[in-house]
C-alpha cells in the first residue's frame, strides 16, 4: 500500500478555497486516490476518488499531476461546517480492499 | 447511497464484562467489512477484515481472542470486546461497500467505548 504525507494541520477563513496537498510517492498503475472528511466522534465520509488528471463532484474538485506522486484536493468557498480532518488514501479499487489511514490534516475554517 | 448502520453508538461497561458492536449494511450486501479503532487525535488503525461465512483477518499485534468478530451473513458483522479493560477504551469503526458498483467505502457512525 503506497504511503500518504499530508500537511498535519491548516487554517482557513470562510469563503476561501482550500488546498489540500497529499504526497504518494511509490503509487502503484493500479492505484486510485481517495479523499475522506471526518468530523469528530463520526466514521470518515468519501469526499472525492480519482486516478488522474481531474475530477470534480459537487463538494470538491481532485488534481492529479501527470506523474500521479501526489494529488490536491480543492474545497471551492469554504464554511465553518468544512473543519475536519482530510485523509488522503492511495490503493486499488475493489470493495474488498483494506484502506490504510494515514495521519489526515486537520483544517480549521475560522470566521 | 449505501448506507452503513452501527450500534450502539455509544457505551460504557466495567473492566472485565463483554461489549458487542453491530454492523449493518442497510441497503446492500457486505461479502467483506472492516473494523477500525481511533485513539483520540489519532489517525484511524485497521483491526480486523471480516469476511461472511469465514474467519476474521486480524491485522498484527490484533489479540484474536480479545476481539472477536461474526461476520454470519452478508449484511452483518459484529465485533465483541472480551474481558474489556480500561486501555481498550476507543472509538470503534466499521466500514462496508457494496461489491457490484465501488466507488468508496461507506463507514458507520462509530462507537465510543468507555470501559470504567
Known amino acids: 500500500l503506497a504511503k500518504t504525507t499530508q500537511p498535519i494541520s491548516m487554517d482557513s477563513y470562510e469563503g476561501q478555497e482550500v488546498n489540500i496537498t497529499c504526497s504518494h510517492n511509490?503509487?502503484?498503475?493500479?492505484?486510485?486516490i481517495t479523499w475522506y472528511q471526518q468530523f469528530p466522534s463520526q466514521g470518515p465520509r468519501f469526499i472525492i476518488q480519482?486516478?488522474?488528471t481531474k475530477v470534480t463532484n459537487e463538494v470538491a474538485s481532485l488534481f492529479i499531476p501527470a506523474d500521479r506522486k501526489s494529488s490536491t484536493l480543492s474545497l471551492p468557498r469554504v464554511s465553518l461546517s468544512d473543519t475536519a480532518v482530510y485523509y488522503c488514501?492511495?490503493?486499488?479499487?475493489?470493495?474488498?480492499?483494506?484502506?490504510?489511514f494515514g495521519s489526515g490534516t486537520q483544517l480549521t475554517v475560522l470566521p | 447511497g449505501a448506507v452503513v448502520s452501527q450500534h450502539p453508538s455509544w457505551v460504557i461497561c466495567k473492566s472485565g464484562t463483554s461489549v458487542k458492536i453491530e454492523c449493518r449494511s442497510l441497503?446492500?450486501?457486505?461479502?467483506?467489512m472492516f473494523w477500525y479503532r481511533q485513539f483520540p487525535k489519532q489517525s484511524l488503525m485497521l483491526m480486523a477484515t471480516?469476511?461472511?461465512?469465514?474467519?476474521?483477518?486480524?491485522e498484527q499485534g490484533v489479540e484474536k481472542d480479545k476481539f472477536l468478530i461474526n461476520h454470519a451473513s452478508l449484511t452483518l458483522s459484529t465485533l465483541t470486546v472480551t474481558s474489556a479493560h480500561p486501555e481498550d477504551s476507543s472509538f470503534y469503526i466499521c466500514?462496508?461497500?457494496?461489491?457490484?458498483?465501488?466507488?468508496?467505502?461507506?463507514f458507520g457512525s462509530g462507537t465510543r467505548l468507555t470501559v470504567v
Open positions: 466500514s462496508a461497500s457494496p461489491q457490484e458498483t465501488f466507488y468508496g467505502y461507506t
Open positions: 511509490n503509487i502503484a498503475t493500479n492505484d486510485y
Open positions: 480519482g486516478y488522474k
Open positions: 488514501l492511495v490503493g486499488e479499487s475493489g470493495s474488498a480492499r483494506q484502506l490504510t
Open positions: 441497503d446492500f450486501q457486505a461479502t467483506t
Open positions: 471480516s469476511n461472511e461465512g469465514s474467519k476474521a483477518t486480524y
